[in-house]
């Protein structure tokens, strides 16, 4: 049976330290959170970032619009946040509605405020092994990785998923020098063979968004497993969440591997307030 990799620890182990590193750095850092719409998986992260934040000391304010708000008033709000030096980070949940340009307000934030890490700048100073802020899941992946001291330097780490936010970022940090220092393979909806090539993996991480995709057909015996997948689905009249793993078939032969709810998820917003915290010690 696998160990499993307790994000909601860790996770509650990071805001302590976060609240007693604010205690003694003289501010208060501050995160700006943007919802716009009603999507409710949004809303419901959205409430967890801003109950974190007030749990470890972070002043937040979440700034909501209508489903129907124009991209150019979305622009104009966060022009005000990069000027407002009550902020030191701004995040703008994903997904947005489909009438606004998600790449052009990622490109809007300022570097300095992006605490989610999507911008451009922030991507390419990670590729090139000098990150300012790593994104919040592939760096919360890492942290869970190393509270276990799971070994990943020369190991074999397949990446299911290409996704800006995720599965990118999740490769460039397994693979940089510095950081994971792993052997990177990325698979998406295109790729051949992908069971084959998952079986292959010492750590497999997916991040796909497919309920229960991987089964134990695509995992070696005694490889990690790290599940990035949230899905709600329909069972026995029941409305329940579960990854892109089938957590009770590959549990049996992985040697860790992290639990839906439980995992990834808290280890990411937990990253978002290190970011905040590192936004607000960059403006001391
Ligand atoms: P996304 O933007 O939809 O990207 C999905 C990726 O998976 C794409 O690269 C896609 O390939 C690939 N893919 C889809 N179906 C596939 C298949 N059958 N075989 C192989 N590859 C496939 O998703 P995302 O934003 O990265 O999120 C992925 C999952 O993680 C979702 O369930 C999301 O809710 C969850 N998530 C969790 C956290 C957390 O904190 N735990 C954070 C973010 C996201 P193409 O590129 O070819 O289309």
């Not at 300022?110 to 999507?118: I, M």
């Not at 799971?150 to 995720?166: P, Y």
């Not at 063979?193 to 991987?214: H, M, P, Q, S």
Request: include cysteine.
């Amino acid at each position: 049976m696998a160990i499993i990799l307790d994000g909601k620890a860790l996770a509650k182990k990071v805001r302590k330290r976060i609240k007693s590193e604010i205690s003694e750095l003289g501010i208060i850092p501050g995160l700006a959170v943007v919802l716009v719409g009603e999507d409710s998986a949004s809303a419901v992260y959205v409430r967890n970032k801003g109950r974190a934040c007030k749990r470890s000391g972070i002043f937040s304010e979440t700034i909501r619009l209508p489903e129907n708000a124009e991209e150019k008033e979305l622009l104009q709000i966060i022009e005000k946040l990069n000027q407002n030096p009550k902020f030191h980070g701004i995040l703008v949940q994903l997904p947005l509605p489909k009438h606004i340009d998600e790449t052009a307000v990622i490109d809007a934030i300022s570097p300095k405020k992006d605490v989610d890490g999507f911008h451009p700048h922030n991507i390419g100073l990670l590729q090139q092994g000098r990150p300012q802020f790593i994104p919040c899941t592939p760096k919360g992946i890492v942290e869970l990785l190393k509270e276990h001291n799971i070994e990943t330097a020369g190991k074999h780490a397949v990446v299911l998923g290409r996704s800006q936010i995720v599965g990118i970022p999740a490769a460039i940090l397994f693979s940089a020098k510095s950081i994971g220092n792993s052997t990177v393979t990325i698979c998406h909806s295109a790729t051949k063979n992908i069971r084959e090539i998952a079986k292959t993996a010492d750590i497999l991480i997916a991040a796909i968004g497919r309920a229960e995709f991987v089964t134990a057909e695509f995992v070696k015996n005694g490889a990690v497993v790290v599940d990035v997948g949230i899905n709600r689905i329909e069972k026995n009249d029941e409305s329940k969440l579960v990854g892109d793993v089938k957590f009770e078939e590959v549990s049996k032969i992985a040697s860790a591997i992290t639990p839906v709810p439980g995992g990834v998820g808290p280890m990411t917003i937990a990253m978002l307030l290190e970011n905040t915290l590192i936004s607000a010690k960059s403006n001391l």
